[in-house]
């Protein structure tokens, strides 16, 4: 079973090294006509599994042992995260974030809530004296 479940796992991780390498994390550059080289950084996120047993039956196969069942499986997620641009001697590094997950931009989402509670809390407050 071990010698089966090795090969599982060299199999399994063969296949997520074929797809991961430096170029996915940190992508070939693109130079613009004015000279600027933009170069484009990712998040590389993997995992795997293997499992198998040895299945126990009436029957043993010709060397003596149990047959072996077993499987794995694997993913990667590649998620854009920025961009390195270099422009004669400046270098930048532009975040990607999607909408919403900027501070600001989560920030201007919150304002209308804010409002309406601050808005909420003063009405009451004039109810109070008011009584």
Known sequence: ???NLNELVKNALGSIKGMVDVSTVVGEAITTPDGTMIIPVTQV????????????T????????????GGSGGGVKVKPVAFLVV???KV??????????????????????????VNGYIKKKKQEKAE
């Open 45 to 56: 996120s993997c995992g795997f599994g293997a499992g198998g047993t040895d299945v126990a």
């Open 1 to 3: 079973m071990a010698e």
């Open 58 to 69: 009436s029957k043993l196969s010709p060397s003596g042992q149990y047959p072996f069942g």
């Open 87 to 89: 422009a004669g001697e």
């Open 92 to 117: 930048r590094l532009i975040p990607v974030s999607p909408s919403g997950e900027h501070p600001i931009e989560k920030l201007v989402e919150m304002l209308p809530e804010a409002f309406e509670k």
